[in-house]
Structure formats: C-alpha cells, structure tokens
C-alpha cells in the first residue's frame, strides 16, 4: 500500500489528462471524474480509477485537484450538495488548477474553510507541450503550510513552482502570463506576415530570431505552428479570450493601464467572432493574414 496522498481529479481535458497520467507515474493513486466517457476511459488506461461523478470521486481522496476552463465551471464543481465542498472528507486539500478570476479563487477558500477543507490557486503555464513534459510553470496562492503541502504533487507536473501570496494571487500572476503570451504570439504573428510578404525564408528567419533578444518560449513552442499553419488546439483562442477579460478586469480594478493588451484583447476577441475560438492561440496568425489582404491558410 502506497503512503502518498489519494488523489481526485476532476476535468480531464487537454492539460488535465496528461497531467493526471504524470502523477499515475510517480505513484499516486488517482480517481478522476470529467463529462467526457473518452477521457475517463483514457485515464483508467494509464492506471487510474473513473468515478461516475463528482461525489464519488473525492469522497475518499486527501487531495482534490480541479482543472476546468472558468470560474463558472469551477463554482458549478465545488459548490451544492453535488459539489466538492459537500462530499469531500475533512482536511482534505483543494488545489484548484484552473485559470479563473482571483475573486473566484477568494471567495472558494472562504466557502471551503467553513467546511475545514484547505485550498490553493495553482493555475499553469506551458500549454498542453507542458502538461505532456512535467515542466509547468505553476503560480500558486494560498497559506505557506498548504503549499508546503502540496509541493510533493506539484513537482510531478511542473518544474518551476512558486507560492506568490494569499488566496487569489496565483490567479493575478496568470493574468499576467497571459496578457504576455497573447501580446507575445500576436507580435510573433505580425512578424511572420511580414517576414512572408517580404520574401525571406521564413524557417531561417525564425531560427535567428529565436536565437537573440527576440528569442521567447511562445516563439519556440509555437514556431512550427506558424510554419505549418497547424493550428490544432493546445490553448484555444476561446479560452485565451475568457484569460483577456480575466485581465483587463482585473486592471481596471487596480488602476493598471493595458494600452496595448486591451488591443490584443480586440483581436483575440475578432479572431473568435469569425469562428476560429476552437483554434490554438497561435491561430492570431489568421487575424494578421486578413488584415494583410493575404489568405489565411490551415
């Protein structure tokens, strides 16, 4: 018998499956729950156990770990008599993963210590590439001793993992990830368009770009889905739109001038009202082709 924690998982989508199976390796015993019978069957594949609903899965689990796409859908999972904070046991750790506002992150930790159920905020970075390789970024909010607490876990899906204050502050932190990724693909994109009309070699132009100042982790990731107008989903324009509202709010809470993000902002938002919210971030490309009068490709 294993004496690490028991774990529930519940959202086993892009980044949730992979990372899911990641702590199956390092010998946690995981039940999962998600809406998708696929995704469930996948898991019990890689070792793990399906629960046929949210109350099952966390009733025995010490540690509850939740990765969904917002704070709807993370307030729908935790709260009624269905919900996590209902049916999980007492003492129980709620690592909520998911990217939602920091509000919703403060007002969850509220609601669970009156059930004497400990939380923390650990959104990610790194897209689905990360969740594969174990190398999150993970930005944490919380209490010192929860982090503490969850560290073990965390370090078998990330490999950069900081407690950046109390409840919510992991959710500011990724805020801004994400207002630096979108700005970051969107100028990548404009410089691919350029680099195109202009007739260089593009995979050329890229490799000595990557290799200087403007060198980024989103030109790495991302530089074979400008080359190959592969734009498969691993962080969909829809959910990047949700992380850009997510920002600007918070912002204009604090006083914080967005001059430029607030553009991005627009085009993410364009880019999914002509239909390609399903689409990887990196598909702004597209909104730079047509604004170039040049035909979007992929």
Not at 79 to 84: A, F, K, T, V
Request: proline content about 4%; some cysteine.
């Amino acid at each position: 018998m294993s004496n690490l924690p028991k774990i529930a998982w519940i959202g086993l989508g892009i980044m949730g499956s992979p990372m899911a199976e990641n702590l199956i390796k390092a010998g946690y015993s995981v039940t999962g729950y998600t809406l998708e019978a696929d995704k469930l069957e996948r898991l019990t594949q890689a070792g793990g156990t399906a629960a046929t609903n949210i109350a099952e899965a966390v009733a025995d689990a010490d540690v509850i770990i939740t990765m969904v796409p917002a704070s709807p859908h993370v307030e729908a999972i935790a709260y009624g008599p269905d919900g996590i904070l209902d049916n999980a046991k007492t003492g129980a750790l709620l690592i909520d993963m998911s990217s939602i506002t920091p509000q919703t992150s403060i007002d969850l930790a509220k609601a669970a210590a009156t059930k004497n159920i400990r939380v923390i905020d650990a959104p990610v970075s790194g897209g689905e590439a990360g969740a594969i390789e174990a190398v999150l970024s993970i930005m944490v909010g919380g209490e010192q001793a929860d982090f503490d607490a969850a560290k073990p876990i965390l370090e078998a899906l990330g490999k950069t993992i900081i407690l950046c204050g109390p409840h919510g502050s992991g959710q500011t932190v990724k805020a801004a990830n994400q207002l630096i990724v979108a700005v970051n693909i969107q100028a990548c994109a404009e410089a691919v368009v350029f680099l195109e009309k202009s007739g260089v070699d593009l995979n050329a132009a890229l490799d000595v770009l990557g290799g200087g100042l403007a060198g980024s982790t989103v030109l790495a990731r991302k530089k074979d889905n400008f080359l190959r107008r592969d734009f498969k989903p691993g962080f969909r324009i829809d959910l990047h739109h949700k992380d850009m509202g997510i920002v600007t709010d918070a912002a204009r809470n604090v006083g914080a001038a967005l001059p430029v993000g607030t553009v991005v902002a627009t085009l993410v938002a364009s880019l999914r009202a002509q239909g390609d919210g399903g689409l990887d971030h990196s598909a702004l490309l597209r909104g730079v082709e047509r604004l170039s009068g040049h035909p979007t490709q992929g």
